[in-house]
Structures are given as C-alpha cells and as structure tokens.
C-alpha cells in the first residue's frame, strides 16, 4: 500500500489527495487546523527526549548519534556469510542482520527432501552450531550486535548464538542479539510459520522471560509492522495491527507473573517506509506516542527509557518496481529520506536490484552510501525533528494518531491479535486491501513512476513499448547444498550420540510441559543437535498450523 | 483445447517453503473475480501435494506462484509429475520473481504461460482464457 490517490481535474489540477490509511489532505494548513485537532504543546509534542516521545527519543537525537545502519546480509555457506559480515563491518556498519535460507527458517536441515534447491538461496544455510562459529568467526560479538532475521525457530537461533558465543569465549551478558521472532507477523505476511498460533505465541514468551533472567544486552523480540504492511495493510494499520501484536506477547509474559516493565524496554520494532512521505513521518510520530502512551496507561511502565519506541524504520521493498529497476536507486533514497525525518534510530534500505533478486555486494553498499549522505552531507543531523510546528505535519500527526487507534480498536472488537490471526480475520483484510491497492495501480487511480497502467500499455507499446530491463542476477550455486550437506554429515557423525539425545530428550520434556525451553535449547545446540532435530522435537508436540480459508 | 465445464478450474499453489503468498493471493482474488473457480493450495506445498490437489479438484490448471528464484527446477519437476500422473490435459502456468530470460527455458519445458512480476490482471486472464481457446 504505497502512494496516496489524487483526484485531478482536466488540466492536470489536483482535486483530491486520500492517503492510505483514510486522511484527506487539504491545499493549505494553518493555525486553526491545529486548534480544530485539539493540538496541544505540552501533551501532543513536548520537548523532544520527553514524554510522549513525539519529536524523538533522545533529546539531541541524531546530533549525539547518527543513525545506526543495518543492511540485510547473509547468504550461501556461513563462510561467505562471514565475508560479506566483515566487509559491511569494515566499511562502516555497525551491526549485522543476518538472513537466513529458507530451509533454517523452516526448521529443515539442509539434506531434508524440502530443502532441495533452496539450500542458501535466499541466506545462509544454518544446521547446527558448526555453522555458527563459521559464520560468526573472528566478529567482536561483545560490541557488534546481530539482528537475526528468524521467526518460527528464533528461539533456536538465539541459543545457537549464544552457544556460539560461549564458544569463542564472551559470556551470554555480554552478547547483544535482537531475533526478529515475531511468529504473529508471519502469520499475516511472509509466511514463514511452522507451529500453531498458541505455541508459536508461547516460544516467543519463553524468549522473552529467558531474555529478562539470563541476557541483559539482547532484545528478545523485534515486531514487524513491515512486513504486514508488505501484504497489504496501511500505514496506520501497520502500526496498529503491530501494537496489537506486542499487546499478545506482553500479555503472554504478564501472565508468567513478571512485570511488563521488566521487559517491555526490550521490545524493538520493524516498520516500513514508503509511498508518502508525510503520511509516513506523521505515522512515526504518532507511534511514538502512542506506544509511550499505551505502556504507561495499559501496563503501568513509567521508566522513561522503557516507553521508547526503539527500532528499525527501513524502506520497504514493496515500494520498489520491477519496471526501471534503477529508478529504484532514487526512491530509495527518498524513503530513506522518509526515515530520517521521523528520527528513525536503526535504518536499512531494501538494495534497487530487490525486486528481482537477494542484493549483490555493490547494490547493498550503494544502500548503505545513500545513507550515509544523509547523515554526513545533505543535513539530517543538525536539527532535532524539523518538521515539529508545522501546521500540516502536526494536524496530519494527530490524525494518524486517531486512525492508529480506531484499526486498533477494530482487532479489540475481534477478541485481541491471537484471535483475529487463527479467524483468518486480519489475512483476509489485508490481502483484499492489497488486490484493491494493485488494481488501482493496473487502472491508473494510483501512480508510480515507471510503470504504465494497462489502459495506456498499447499506446506505450507504439511509440517504442515497455522497458524490459534485466538487473545482475545473484546465480543460485549448487555447491552450497554439497558444502552444508557434507559439513552436516560431519557434525553427526563426530559429535556425542548420547548427549545429543539427553538433551533433546530434556527438551521434549519442557515442550510438553511449562518450563522454559530456551537453557535446554542451548544444551542442544551446544551438543551440535540440528536445527531439524530440534525443531523435530516441537513439531511433535505442537503439531503444526493449518490456515484459516483467506476468501 | 475445448472444456468440459463452462468455467475454468485453476488451482493457484504455493511450492516449497517460501511464504510470500500476497501475489498468489491477489491472482486468486483476480482470477475468482473475472468468473473462474479457484482453488488456492495454502503455503509450503510439496509437489505431490499439489498433484493430489489438482487430481481431486479436477482442474484445469495449475497456477504456480514461485518468488525463492527456483522456478526452473520446479517447474521441470512438476512437469514430468503431472505426465507420469496422466494429467496431461492440466496446463501449467507459472508467475512470480521470473527473470525474462528464463521465459525460452520454461516454455521449452512446457509451461504453457509465464507471467514474470509486473504482469497485469488484464495479462494474466487473458493468458489463462487463452490456454483453453
């Protein structure tokens, strides 16, 4: 759900302007609009650093610290992982996002029939903790965080790092890990779920007690409004239906009986930046806010720190256009653009070649270049949000705030996140929402540089057709199957049979029961059980999760 | 090829582990509204999931949805599937993150439609009444 819908009259006049999420823009905006939102300094804005936290986190924001940059990286073999870690590294990042290929996100090893051609196409290939040290080798973990882009198996994936660590001599307080496992996103979007909802809820728990008890430096859970957001929701239902998810695993740990307002600083977001750029600043704002405001009302947290809304505005791939691929370059930067003026901490930028492909090293460093310019050359960095006072930003802030609210209010009226999911409720609005939304796109309601709607194709295609560009391919390269197949083969054949089953043993029992399977899942990867083993163990005591009909 | 029913049956599928269902579920939705009646597989299907879905759906076609980039291999697999299994009247029709030159390879192999991303409703109808002119 990209760009607003524009009304224009026959001389090319704009009429009309209708953001996604439902606001209408007027032409001008001044003093009495913000009278007529009811805005007020001191409850809607206050000083930046201060609640509600509108303006920024921080009250010097990025002039004490520029944003933190974190393109997606990690494919093939953990070795070459390992390269590309430390090239990011060497030219300025700092901290990794790790992908993962399709068979680790599904809990598969990489000699199990579905994992065939798959096997480091789209990340690195993960079976046990030998791969692990190989991809992690040599990187200073006690300063360099990793965010691990892994949800239906995050749990293991946060023991493996931490075993992996252990290994290479830091202690598990020292390690600063942020999985994304948000399973109720990739219910919605994505896709990557294995587990039914109410176990797939109870693993995300598990990781956040045992991130409160045992990992002070990690955050436990990163919720992703942007790939909701991807599938088709609006900006506002972005925010909303994320807010929404974070409620399900509070509430989940709540009724463990430990204090939101031990956790709930750790929480991080993901969210999305493109299409309108207002519409997306006047949303980052809000959330800001609104996320403050529900921690203090709903759960009682008044620890300045926990109320941020800490997290990754990154821009979004679905923004991007198969057609002209280069014009993506540009877009790219305007998202970004987008993300620093909403004082987004951590950034990322999808690479132009996205749409087609994982990125190549020279699209991902011309990402991370663009971002740099922003900080170091074009001026983000002098002024706390500068954009405050303005009399559209703030009404349009305002007005975002209360479309948050009512997308909110609507998954309430459906029994709260877990429910609208297993009903198929919010599946069914979103991709209805995205077939509307590619619609308009087709029939010219909505525009988008480069591609032609269908109706003007025919008179496209006479005076010289579409552009049918091809962007560098990233080549699928079937040694890394036979790397990671052999190299799995090894691990089974010279690790301890016996601990290796004690352990998954210990950990069938916590499963079946209530105890928290994080400390068993570390003794697993510790004793070199694969990601399949061990997932194995979860699939036959949650089963796994059947769709709800999405017509 | 003529019909027996009136209206084309299409299963839209989902092969393999990649999650990315908003293009399958936009066809879907597309295809259903433009009178055909379809049947969506749901996510992580394997190859003989999707046969056993075509055979007791008796459809039409079998509309693959392939983002993970391994659209070659699929297809060539599913193909040779679909004769051993004698449907040999189903047409297979592929769409998703599809390169333009891999379009010769996949028509070679027999798919009998290939609608690589950015293709239009309009296209993909089209293309699907076409198969059955």
Redesign the interface.
């Known amino acids: 759900m990209g760009v607003a819908k524009y009304i224009k009259d026959e001389k090319g006049a704009i009429k009309e302007v209708t953001y996604q999420s439902g606001i209408t823009v007027k032409p001008a905006y001044g003093p009495e609009d913000l009278e007529q939102a009811g805005f007020e300094y001191k409850k809607d804005l206050g000083a930046p650093g201060e609640f509600p936290f509108t303006r920024s986190l921080h009250p010097e924001s990025y002039r004490s610290r520029a944003w933190t940059t974190r393109q997606y990286t990690g494919f093939g073999t953990p070795e070459e992982t390992n390269k590309r870690f430390k090239l990011m590294i060497a030219n300025g990042q700092t901290g990794l996002n790790v992908a993962f290929d399709?068979?680790t996100?599904?809990g598969?090893d990489s000699d199990h029939p579905?994992?065939q051609?798959?096997v480091g196409?789209?990340g690195m290939a993960i079976d046990s903790l030998k791969d692990f040290e190989a991809a992690f080798a040599g990187i200073p973990l006690d300063r360099i965080g990793s965010g691990l882009t892994i949800n239906a198996v995050a749990t293991i994936m946060m023991a493996m790092y931490q075993a992996a660590a252990e290994k290479f001599g830091f202690k598990k307080e020292q390690i600063s890990t942020t999985p994304q496992n948000d399973i109720l996103k990739?219910m919605i979007?994505?896709?990557?779920?294995i587990f039914p909802v109410e176990h797939g809820v109870r693993l995300v728990g598990d990781s956040i007690e045992y991130a409160v008890k045992e990992l002070p430096k990690s955050n436990p859970v990163s919720i992703c409004g942007y790939h909701i957001r991807?599938?088709?929701a609006t900006p506002a239902q972005e925010i909303a239906y994320g807010f929404s998810i974070a409620k399900a695993y509070i509430d989940n740990v709540k009724d463990r009986g430990i204090d939101p307002s031990d956790f709930v600083g750790r929480f991080s977001f993901n969210f999305n930046v493109y299409g309108n750029l207002w519409e997306q600043i006047a949303k980052f704002r809000a959330a800001r806010k609104l996320w403050a405001k529900m921690l203090k009302e709903d759960y009682g947290v008044t620890d300045k720190k926990k109320l941020w809304l800490r997290g990754l505005f990154g821009g979004g791939g679905s923004g991007l256009?198969?057609?002209q691929p280069e014009n993506n370059i540009m877009r790219g930067a305007y998202y970004a653009l987008g993300a620093a003026l909403s004082g987004a901490q951590t950034t990322a930028l999808c690479s132009f070649d996205e749409?087609?492909?994982i990125p190549t090293p020279r699209s991902a460093l011309l990402s991370l270049r663009t971002l740099e310019m922003l900080m170091e050359e074009v001026g983000l960095r002098d002024t706390v949000d500068p954009l405050a006072g303005s009399y559209f930003i703030e009404t349009l802030t305002l007005q975002m705030e209360e479309k948050i609210v009512e997308e909110m209010k609507e998954v309430e009226k459906w029994g709260g996140m877990v429910k609208s999911i297993s009903n198929g409720f919010i599946q069914r609005k979103v991709?209805?929402q995205?077939?509307e939304y590619?619609?308009g796109l087709?029939s010219g309601e909505y525009r988008k540089v480069g591609?032609i709607p269908?109706s003007e194709?025919q008179e496209s295609a006479k005076s010289g057709g579409t552009e049918?560009s091809?962007v560098e391919?990233h080549e699928?390269n079937e040694e890394w199957a036979k790397h990671s197949i052999s190299s799995l083969k090894e691990v089974r054949r010279t690790r301890n049979d016996k601990e290796v089953k004690d352990s998954l043993k210990a950990l069938e029992r916590a499963a079946k029961g209530k105890d928290n399977i994080m400390p068993r899942l570390v003794r697993c990867c510790h004793a070199y059980a694969t990601v399949g083993e061990m997932t194995g163990v979860f699939r036959d005591v949650f089963g796994e999760w059947?769709?709800p009909d999405?017509? | 090829m003529m019909k027996t029913t009136n209206k084309i049956r299409v299963l839209i599928a989902k092969p393999g582990l990649d999650g990315h269902d908003k293009g399958a579920k936009i066809v879907a939705l597309a295809l259903r509204d433009a009178g055909m009646e379809v049947i969506y597989s749901g996510l992580h299907q394997t190859l003989d999931q999707i046969i056993e879905t075509a055979i007791q759906e008796t459809v039409d076609v079998i509309g693959l949805s392939i983002m993970s980039g391994a659209h070659l291999p699929i297809c060539e697999k599913l193909v040779a599937m679909m004769k051993e299994n004698g449907l040999d009247d189903v047409r297979l029709s592929v769409g998703g993150v599809i390169p333009y030159q891999d379009i010769p390879k996949l028509e070679k192999m027999g798919v009998a439609a290939i609608f690589p991303g950015g293709s239009s409703f309009k296209e993909i109808v089209a293309g699907m009444n076409q198969l059955f002119d």
């Open positions: 399709l068979p996100q599904m598969y579905l994992a051609g798959e196409r789209v990739e979007g994505r896709g990557a779920w991807e599938s088709g256009t198969k057609e749409a087609y492909t991709s209805r995205a077939y590619e619609k087709q591609v269908e194709r049918k091809d391919l699928y059947t769709e999405f017509y």
